[in-house]
């Protein structure tokens, strides 16, 4: 029987198998784009002109998706003071449980949000100066991060609840 601890981990796979080949793309582009720029700006006295406009895209992708790969790894940053203050096993699991639904809960207004962005964004079609690449290319990023972001979140809850019902 297909559990759903088996489940979260063939999700959590197929998006690593996504999310760390693009980090890697995206970060040497990023970095490519940045030194090319200078190199002509500096040297050549040619500015690229748009080149801040990929730039742009990229690190908001790279930015959401690298936040995407904290929460898989749980690396991201906290403030854990109660395994200081606290000593009872049961009571540091119990207040994991509250910092991962509030967690939980700011993130689904993170997704609304983002929602509402990139779709205020596909209606009003904006475009870049430059390029005209339309802005719900950067903006989406946001929700793919958000949703993603719920997702290690519901994670951490379920793994969080076993932990308390174990302790």
Known sequence: MFSLNSLIGLIDKIL??????????LSIAIASMLAWGIFSRSLLN???????????????????LGAVLAAKDRSHLTADFVSVIFKNEKLIAGFAILATTISIVMAL???SWSYELMAWSLKKAQITPVFKLP?????SSLFVGSLALVFYLIRDFIKDCQKFINV
């Open 16 to 25: 690593t198998m996504i999310v760390i080949p693009v980090v890697v793309v």
């Open 109 to 111: 207004y993170f997704v």
């Open 46 to 64: 040619a500015p690229v002109f748009g080149l801040e406009e990929l730039v742009l895209i990229s690190a908001m992708w790279l930015y959401m």
């Open 135 to 139: 802005w719900y290319i950067s903006q």
